[in-house]
């Protein structure tokens, strides 16, 4: 972990005009990203895009880690340009980065810099520009909340449009266990939706629906149907992180995982993780589908919002990631969670989070594989990593309740 020794809280210049990827850089970067997926022995097709050349728009699904070295193999040799969170930035250094075509942005953050530099990319630099509108990788294997921009956003880059529909990314490395890959093939497929001449009378809301069918998917369905046999013994380590609810008591909390195993410490039922992805339930063997179960617990939270009985406190430790110069200590803290939205009261002060400005927040099952809990709340001058070890601190349920709160919201 790098630390902000300093204690520099000077925001990140997100109005600094991106240049163009160093030319020098991408044979390094095509290299890496062949040698890194090679393993998985990935598979690109393109649909519609014969004589499409940038600048163009690609509008891509966000599963997982080896997205970030798909991404660029799809386009070559063109050079592209990606929006990317604060900690590549900090990771790799902001020069580098920035030499690698990323431009920064905080996740569930509007903010009218970072569609400018979207702008500059594709009418000034002339590149290919990707974006990754899921803003986190799949908690379950299906598709995280999409924002309902991208229409907008397709229509005003005036244009071609691109879908990058990935299969296998998450299978290869589920973000509750991202630090142990699995065996599995990845595949990719870059398609055409919108032509420059179609663009000019496309409507923004049609286009909103399209890219929102296309960037669907269900990596356990795709599994099953594909016949991809998953070997891993500890193939279900972790997964209580997003299945944090027994299905079969209902108890909240209380599920644990081990090997291929998945058990509830409440009632003792427990599921076997089959080589298909299937949880076979030990004593009756009846097979249940992971996301059906993640939604059951997304239902629950709706219904404990509905009958008013919604509301969370946490004693939490809080960094901070303003710039690229590291993580910036700054101690205990306090978060609340209700109707109005999240408060962060640290070092003194309170930061507020309101309901109305973000659908969703950034969850972090096992953040650079300490074995510990958070979620990220961002405004524009600053990313907030706040980590809390209490067993009733769920990432995915303040997920869920974050969601529907704003979407109950921007209802009114």
């Not at 002339?126 to 803003?135: G, M, Q, T, V």
């Not at 290869?172 to 032509?195: M, N, V």
Request: charged share 30%; with cysteine; aromatic share 10%.
């Amino acid at each position: 972990m790098k630390i902000n020794k300093s204690g520099d809280m000077t925001p990140f210049d997100m109005k600094k005009r991106p240049k163009r990827p160093s030319t020098l850089l991408l044979p390094l970067m095509w290299t890496g990203a062949f040698f890194l997926t090679r393993k998985y022995g990935l598979k690109i097709t393109k649909t519609r895009m014969d004589g499409i050349k940038p600048p163009f728009l690609v509008i891509s699904a966000h599963q997982g880690e080896s997205d970030y070295y798909i991404a660029p193999l799809t386009v070559f040799p063109h050079r592209a340009s990606y929006v990317s969170d604060m900690e590549g930035f900090m990771y790799y250094g902001e020069k580098l980065y920035g030499m690698l075509g990323c431009i920064g942005k905080r996740r569930f953050v509007s903010d009218v810099s970072v569609m400018m530099n979207v702008l500059h990319i594709l009418r000034k630099n002339k590149d290919i520009l990707f974006i990754f509108p899921e803003a986190r990788h799949s908690n379950v294997g299906t598709t995280a909340l999409l924002p309902k921009n991208l229409g907008k956003l397709a229509k005003t880059a005036g244009v071609p449009v691109a879908v990058l529909k990935i299969h296998g990314s998450y299978l290869a490395s589920p973000f509750w266990d991202e630090f142990h890959p699995r065996k599995t093939k990845i595949e990719a497929e870059l398609k055409l939706i919108c032509g420059g001449d179609e663009l000019k009378n496309a409507d923004e809301n049609a286009l909103q629906k399209v890219i929102e069918e296309e960037l669907q998917y269900d990596e356990y369905k795709w599994q099953k149907e594909n016949n991809i046999r998953i070997g891993c013994e500890k193939r279900a380590e972790g997964l209580h992180l997003p299945l944090y609810q027994c299905i079969s008591c209902g108890g909240k909390n209380c599920m644990k995982s081990e090997n291929a195993a998945l058990f509830c410490e409440k009632c003792g039922e427990k599921w076997e993780m089959s080589e298909l992805g299937e949880l076979i339930h030990a004593k009756n063997g009846e097979k249940l589908h992971i996301p059906d179960w993640y939604e059951w617990e997304r239902e629950n939270v709706k219904k404990e919002i509905a009958a008013g009985k919604y509301g969370k406190c946490f004693k939490t430790e809080v960094e901070a990631l303003p710039n690229s110069k590291g993580f910036v200590k700054m101690g205990e803290g306090t978060l609340i969670h209700d109707i109005s939205g999240f408060r962060l009261n640290v070092n003194g002060k309170e930061l507020l989070f309101p309901t109305e400005k973000y659908e969703s927040v950034q969850t972090e099952y096992n953040y650079r594989n300490v074995g510990r809990r958070s979620i990220v709340l961002s405004d524009r001058d600053c990313c907030y990593y706040i980590y809390c070890d209490d067993r009733e601190f769920q990432p995915t349920e303040l997920q869920f309740a974050a969601e529907e709160l704003h979407k109950i919201h921007t209802k009114k």
